[in-house]
């Protein structure tokens, strides 16, 4: 047994070495994998880790009194093709309007009472209610009783994700700075 310590020993001194070599390589921006050296980084770490196919979406958004949000999220793409998608209906169809999407912008800056939000985007009564109610049933909005409505965290990077999927990447000056699209079609 002790002859076996140098050699186990040898072993974990080299295994450690390598760790400590690409935690400090993870260290340097300009060496770290990412948009800055590699323009399709994510897609090819995707593809290495699920050979198969999957969707992944990632987003890190700082909002201010929104909160900051990191989110990740793949899904194998057999089991997306396979699911009936009848199930996501209701929450597509509650961002299908004008109004509605202005409101979970405007909640993107926080939580805000019901009176506010109205205010911001021009309605009142039952018709705030309404688009309210419609936005919570489907996930996107959230409030305690009575309380202020707010666009929960797990929802952020996906609303904007589904945004950017629409097209609002593409909607004008705003959005000149975005990152290009990436396409490796075979």
Known sequence: ??????????????????????????SQPDRSPGPA??????????????????????GHVQLGAGGDW???EAHPAAALLDRDWSGVAAALSALG??????????????????????ERVGLSGGQLYHHLRELQAAGWLQAQARGPYRVPGGRVIPLLTVLAACGLREAGPAHAEAAPEVSLDR
């Open 97 to 118: 309007h004008p109004l509605r999407l202005a409101l979970l912008r405007a909640a993107l800056d926080g939580p805000q009472p019901a009176p506010v939000l109205g």
């Open 70 to 72: 990191v989110w990740q």
């Open 1 to 26: 047994m002790t002859e076996q310590v140098p050699a186990r020993l040898a072993e974990l001194e080299r295994r450690l070495a390598a760790l400590e070599a690409q935690v400090a390589a993870l």
């Open 37 to 58: 050296t590699d323009r399709a980084w994510a897609l090819e770490s995707l593809q290495e880790l699920v050979p198969d196919g999957a969707v992944l979406f990632a």
